[in-house]
């Protein structure tokens, strides 16, 4: 992995300043005022590279050029036109950055960011993406290959902010972004990792490690034995047919006040899914290895506060399990009972997600968390809905969905609403149980998620369908999504708990959240 720093300092002289590579911004033709104290150094030289018009400075464009004064190389980064320069815009540009330095064996370079900003681009919001995107474009997968991919050659990057960001801030920004995208390479490290490899066991091991040395961190893991004293039905239906042991895995991390209620994660961790008695079709059976992104992305989520040192109490829940068919395995038909005491009849093996959140969500209670976010592959009927761009949400509170939303949209980790209607739950209804577990082909995101409802009643609760975000099948990796929306959901609470002295959401009345968009209909 890349070992990539970053350093906010500021520079008063830009054509004197030493460096492997000067990264200066263009609006189309027009040179950035570091860009024309560099031309101004060199007789005119990056003004006559624009005048061949190979370059036009469209966002993401770039020109490497041979160096000027202090710089070995001058990259010239195309960010459209300025009076258009907004966070999509802006999004492009760094998009660009990340090729270029991907591409050149520079391993320092020097940005010169003090004309990147409009109304609604802000230097820290701008920084904050820079070092995010960068970090994260600098993951390669390397643990089961014996010829990984030539790492980022780039190890440092100064940023020059001029005078539109004190320094301090600056690097506060390019801190948080670093940590955000450590995260998410976290996240996708695990998703990436094989099933042979990434058990339950190992995301136990894991979690631990994130405690290791922190004395704000706890970890505590749940064996099967204990879960059956809990009356975790659902959860070990699941593990029944596996040889893995399932694993509940609790993560407090401490850095809010002591009386604060955490904000609570719970992740879905089944470490492959092969469909159980219910198997699933041999085609793409490999990408259940992916089933476990939930987990990941909790994992990956809690790493970044624990680097950022967010002042805010956080829980993390995680239910790990494989699902495999054997003679020990839960049947089509089998009826079980939760920890909530709800029986359920399993009416297909392979909607098993749900049952192992069921029985964490009903564990989540006794933190009385201010909230909780679970996020699960659940199902593929939201990859139907949603497709890859948008993570479904669902919520039985108005403002944690706004809250959620809003994260999302900040980070460009977005998500989509979905109705939880009272309407759904008929579908679940059944004859020898108090619910099943799936409620047939129609709507089958909306009736996953109305079955995890009935279990958090109690608190305010939103679920991220994230099948679909989680993980691309061509090319095949993990996204590390949706680390970034639930990093910003996370600073978000923690800058309101630290000038209103709370964190968590309104309690709100459940099950009455309206929908912005109808979902598509989808199979389960």
């Not at 994660?265 to 089944?270: D, H, R, T």
């Not at 699960?376 to 948008?390: E, M, N, Q, R, W």
């Amino acid at each position: 992995m890349s070992k990539l720093t970053f350093t906010a300092r500021t520079i008063s002289d830009i054509a004197k300043a030493k460096t492997q590579c000067a990264i200066v911004p263009v609006y189309g033709s027009q040179l950035s005022s570091a860009a024309q104290a560099l031309d101004s150094a060199s007789s005119g030289s990056l003004d006559t590279a624009l005048k061949l018009g190979d370059f036009k400075g469209k966002a993401g464009q770039t020109l490497m050029l041979p160096g000027v004064g202090g710089a070995a190389r001058v990259l010239l980064l195309g960010c459209g036109e300025q009076a258009k320069f907004d966070q999509k815009a802006a999004r492009e540009t760094l998009q660009g950055l990340n090729s270029a330095l991907g591409a050149s064996s520079a391993n320092e370079a020097l940005f010169h960011i003090a004309d990147l900003n409009s109304a609604t681009v802000t230097p820290d919001w701008l920084l904050e993406l820079l070092s995010r995107s960068l970090v994260s474009s600098s993951y390669r997968y390397s643990a089961t290959v014996t010829k990984p991919k030539d790492p980022l050659a780039l190890n440092k990057l100064v940023v020059n902010p001029g005078d539109t960001l004190a320094v301090k801030a600056a690097q506060l920004a390019l801190d948080t972004g670093a940590a955000v995208g450590r995260g998410i390479n976290y996240t996708r490290e695990l998703g990436n990792l094989p099933g042979n490899i990434c058990t339950p066991s190992y995301l136990a091991s894991e979690a631990r490690k994130l405690a290791r040395g922190n004395s704000k961190v706890r970890t505590q893991v749940l064996e099967e034995k204990k879960m059956r004293e809990l009356g975790m039905g659902a959860l070990l239906s699941v593990s029944a047919g596996s040889d893995e042991p399932a694993k509940l895995i609790v993560i407090e991390y401490k850095g809010g006040k002591s009386g604060d209620a955490p904000q609570l994660l719970v992740g879905k961790g089944i470490t492959f899914d092969s469909g159980g008695i219910s198997l699933k079709p041999g085609a793409k059976m490999d990408e259940m290895k992916y089933d476990m992104c939930g987990a990941a992305g909790v994992l990956g989520t809690l790493q970044a506060v624990i680097e950022m040192a967010l002042p805010l109490n956080v829980t993390c829940i995680i239910a790990a399990a494989e699902n495999m068919p054997s003679g020990r395995a839960t049947k089509p038909g089998d009826v079980i009972t939760s920890m909530a005491g709800k029986t359920i009849e399993v009416l297909n093996t392979d909607a098993e997600g749900r049952l192992v959140l069921c029985d964490a969500l009903s564990y989540a209670k006794r933190f009385k968390p201010a909230a909780v976010v679970d996020l699960a592959t659940l199902t593929g009927a939201c990859v139907i809905a949603l497709g890859s761009h948008a993570s479904a949400v669902y919520a039985n509170n108005e403002e944690l969905a706004a809250n959620l939303l809003a994260a999302g949209e900040t980070s460009h980790d977005r998500g989509w609403r979905m109705p939880l209607w009272d309407d759904y739950r008929k579908q679940l209804k059944s004859n020898f149980a108090d619910l099943a577990n799936i409620g047939g082909p129609e709507g089958g995101s909306v009736t996953a998620a109305c079955f995890l409802s009935q279990f958090a009643e109690d608190y305010p609760w939103a679920h991220l369908d994230i099948a679909g975000s989680a993980w691309n099948s061509s090319p095949k990796g993990a996204t590390g999504r949706p680390v970034a929306m639930l990093a910003r959901y996370l600073q978000d609470r923690a800058a309101e708990q630290g000038t209103s002295g709370r964190g968590g959401q309104k309690k709100a009345t459940p099950r009455k959240a309206a929908p912005r968009k109808a979902a598509a209909k989808a199979s389960s």
